[in-house]
């Protein structure tokens, strides 16, 4: 089974002004290539070549320099947003072009060398009810700038609480079905849905310890940048 991916590229980068007052987040360059960019290869040298993008803020320049997809070697399609819609609302949105399948979603705004084929035997689990997860997050060590966490991980599920707290990567594998309340073309935080789901032992998760920066200053796209140098081409 071939499983797609979402890029979520809505956000307007607040942060990042004035570099985003004329050019997308997504589109900002890291080591001379848009963050984007990263992800579309990484998804594609790992099977997903068919991928889903939102956007939002000056989405027609992400639409432009991306084209369908066929530079990268994949298929790209695009949910355009009047005005974002979160992240929950943003992939219930895009729930038509995105099948009945279990997806991978990855924020846009982040730079990592995680290897996204790792997500394929979730997805397939998922495809096949052979677990009962609506939702698999990747959960991180926390970041200076997020020093509290998201959940707690205890024995591959989240928690609310525990021993230890992790923060969200913005990387998760979803069934369709777990944004199914989720009126189209609303504004809906991925948090909300989470919540309710963790006590019933919905949303299952697991650990990286890779490269993982969240791109939402220019300090931290300098770091991106100085991160993606090193790395070894591919």
């Known amino acids: 089974m071939h499983f797609k991916a979402m ?16 050019t997308p987040k997504p589109l900002l360059p890291v080591a001379g290539k848009p963050l984007i960019a990263w992800h579309i290869e990484r998804l594609v040298k790992a099977g997903f070549r068919q991928l889903v993008i939102n956007h939002a803020h000056l989405g027609a320049q992400i639409e432009a320099a991306l084209g369908d997809g066929r530079q990268f070697g994949a ?4 949910s355009a947003e009047t005005e974002a819609l979160e992240t929950a609302g ?23 060398d ?34 509290t966490g998201d959940f707690c991980l205890e024995a591959g599920q ?8 992790y923060t969200f ?9 777990f944004f199914a309340g989720v009126a189209r073309g609303s504004k809906e935080k991925l948090a ?21 920066i969240d791109v939402g200053t220019p300090e931290r796209l300098q770091h991106a940048s100085d991160a993606a140098s090193q790395l070894a081409p591919r």
């Open 90 to 112: 943003g992939i219930a949105k895009a729930l038509p072009q995105l099948g009945h399948a279990p997806f991978l979603v990855v924020n846009g705004d982040v730079f990592t």
């Open 114 to 147: 995680y290897d996204f084929s790792k997500a394929l035997p979730v997805l397939q689990a998922m495809a096949t009810d052979t677990t009962p997860a609506h939702a698999h997050l990747l959960l991180i060590d926390n970041p200076p700038h997020h020093p």
């Open 7 to 22: 890029i979520l590229a809505a956000g307007r980068g607040e942060r990042m002004r004035p570099l985003t007052d004329h």
């Open 192 to 212: 909300n849905l989470l919540r309710p789901a963790i006590p019933l032992g919905r949303v299952s998760g697991e650990h990286f310890s890779g490269l993982w």
């Open 169 to 177: 990567s913005g990387i998760g594998c979803y069934r369709p079905d």
């Open 75 to 78: 298929q790209i399609c695009y």
């Open 158 to 165: 989240i928690a609310e609480s525990g021993h230890h707290r």
